[in-house]
């Protein structure tokens, strides 16, 4: 009876939380919004019919689709019945989908209908025996092409007459809840195993240093499987008592209406979409003071572009948000305080999590300025790589884990993101980091987004190229960007070609892919 008495799982704090708020809404999507009582006994529901379908605790269950208040019931529920939640990015198909299924063992997959094709396609490739939609229909009439699988419909299951008290099962806070997939850039994904413990804490960290308020009426944007979203934004605010209106795609025309419309006034977007949002007609400063917190991350943000952002919403308070999914994400932020002085920094790492910079070979702590892998240690990390031992260790060497990322300090102990050590660009035997390329880039007026990625050549190793999109209206000129280049870099730095498209290619939660551009251009070379 102690551990119930002490025990502190997501299921827990969401209960209190309903408690707390009780009819208070917390939840709207499309025509439907959720109290946080409606949307507690709707949690119950379905976790009370997942235990019915035979899925017992430790069962993986997959959720393939777009955002949708189904998709956060389904999260929750999973967490009240003590089963292991598997987000699947919904634009991977066949292959893609197959691994993440075969190599999580799912034993159920729930699926948005528009997807159904896709489902098709690998079922006979799976062994999972239990499939089902996320929503059918919407809230009136709740009717769909489901077949035999119509009993297992999420928002069915949530909207209807059934068990709606908590599960009466033994949960621990150490118990494994999500396994998250990493995007896979150079090998197979690999899935962090995150316990209830390790989102609690970060989910602590993110209300305080985020400064994620009762009062907050946030835009959730970005896909629900992307831990950002989840974890370090909407989870938070449902834990704290704030209100969520959720979207299913980010596209900036509805982001600017909703942000007007609802004077929602926190948003959180990596830089990709702040940038597609401030080239819109529709980002007219005057309609939007009203969003208090612009929160950014998933990949560094260009200082012009953080520069522009202060100028045009000098009232609001901009967060640099940094991590990765194997920290839940959060591992460092930059407040609106410490802007002003260091607009390209990531901060300092939140109570929560200890980060040092070390060699990447030999270990040893590397001095202010110097350049060096991020190591942390945290209860927000993941507890390991599923059935992957050989990757977990790799991570873990030395008691810390190892992020991937290249930074430094400064004196005052200011974090500073370089780059991911496999984007930086070695021309001519010289570490060449692409952010610092792309910062002098996008000085330039005709720019509106660029990137910068190393490609293969017999002289240089890798030639610098930088990819670029011009504003409307503005012809290509390599000629013109390199010489400013050249003025504002020092020669090494300087890109060898300018490669023109009309839109960098970037995944479904807005992060560029650089690999997609490496892979095209080196074949094109």
């Not at 118990?175 to 989102?199: C, E, N, W």
């Not at 991350?297 to 901009?318: D, K, T």
């Not at 991911?420 to 996008?442: C, F, H, M, P, Q």
Request: proline fraction near 5%; charged fraction near 20%.
């Amino acid at each position: 009876m102690i551990a119930r008495a002490t025990r502190n799982t997501i299921g827990d704090a969401f209960g209190r939380a309903a408690v707390k708020y009780n009819n208070k809404t917390a939840l709207q999507y499309g025509n439907r919004s959720w109290t946080f009582r409606q949307l507690d006994l709707a949690v119950n529901k379905v976790a009370n019919h997942l235990v019915a379908l035979g899925l017992e605790k430790g069962d993986r269950v997959a959720a393939y689709g777009k955002n949708s208040d189904a998709y956060l019931i389904l999260w929750l529920a999973c967490c009240r019945a003590g089963l292991i939640h598997v987000p699947v990015n919904f634009a991977l198909v066949k292959g893609e989908l197959v691994y993440i299924l075969n190599q999580s063992g799912a034993k159920a997959l729930f699926a948005d209908l528009t997807l159904k094709n896709h489902v098709d396609e690998v079922y006979q490739e799976t062994g999972i025996d239990i499939h089902g939609s996320l929503h059918s229909g919407d809230s009136e009439q709740l009717i769909a092409d489901t077949g035999s699988n119509k009993q297992l419909d999420i928002l069915t299951l949530a909207m209807g007459e059934g068990d709606s008290s908590e599960p009466d099962l033994e949960l621990s806070d150490t118990d494994v809840v999500q396994i998250l997939y990493t995007s896979g850039t150079t090998s197979d994904p690999k899935g962090a195993m995150h316990t209830h413990r390790s989102f609690i804490n970060e989910y602590a960290s993110c209300i305080n240093c985020l400064d994620i308020d009762t009062s907050d009426r946030s835009l959730a944007a970005l896909p629900l499987y992307h831990s950002a979203q989840m974890h370090a934004f909407t989870m938070p605010a449902l834990l704290n008592g704030g209100f969520t209106y959720l979207i299913d795609t980010p596209l900036p025309n509805s982001i600017l209406h909703l942000l007007k419309e609802h004077k929602l006034n926190a948003f959180f977007a990596p830089p990709t979409v702040w940038i597609a949002l401030l080239r819109h007609d529709d980002f007219v400063d005057a309609e939007l003071q009203h969003l208090e917190k612009i929160y950014y991350g998933a990949s560094i943000m260009p200082e012009p572009i953080v520069h522009e952002l202060g100028v045009r919403l000098p009232e609001s308070g901009l967060y640099n948000c940094y991590g990765q999914s194997e920290i839940a994400p959060l591992a460092t932020v930059l407040r609106p305080e410490e802007h002003a002085d260091r607009p390209s920094s990531a901060g300092k790492a939140v109570p929560t999590v200890h980060t040092r910079i070390v060699d990447p070979v030999t270990g040893d702590e590397c001095q202010p300025g110097e350049h060096g892998e991020l190591v942390h240690q945290s209860p927000h990390l993941l507890v390991g790589y599923w059935d992957k031992p050989t990757e977990t260790e790799d991570a873990f060497a030395g008691g810390w884990f190892h992020s991937g990322d290249l930074g430094y300090q400064d004196e005052e102990g200011f974090i500073y993101i370089v780059d991911r050590i496999k984007d930086v660009v070695n021309t001519g035997g010289v570490l060449v980091a692409s952010r610092d390329v792309e910062e002098a880039l996008y000085t330039h007026p005709a720019i509106a987004e660029v990137a910068v990625i190393g490609l293969p050549d017999d002289k240089w190793i890798e030639a610098i190229t930088a990819v670029v999109v011009l504003k409307p209206d503005q012809s290509p000129d390599e000629e013109a960007l390199i010489h400013h280049a050249k003025e504002n870099l020092a020669a090494f730095k300087v890109p060898k070609h300018i490669r023109f498209v009309d839109q960098l290619p970037k995944n479904t939660a807005g992060k560029l892919l650089k690999r997609n551009l490496r892979e095209t251009f080196a074949q094109s070379a």
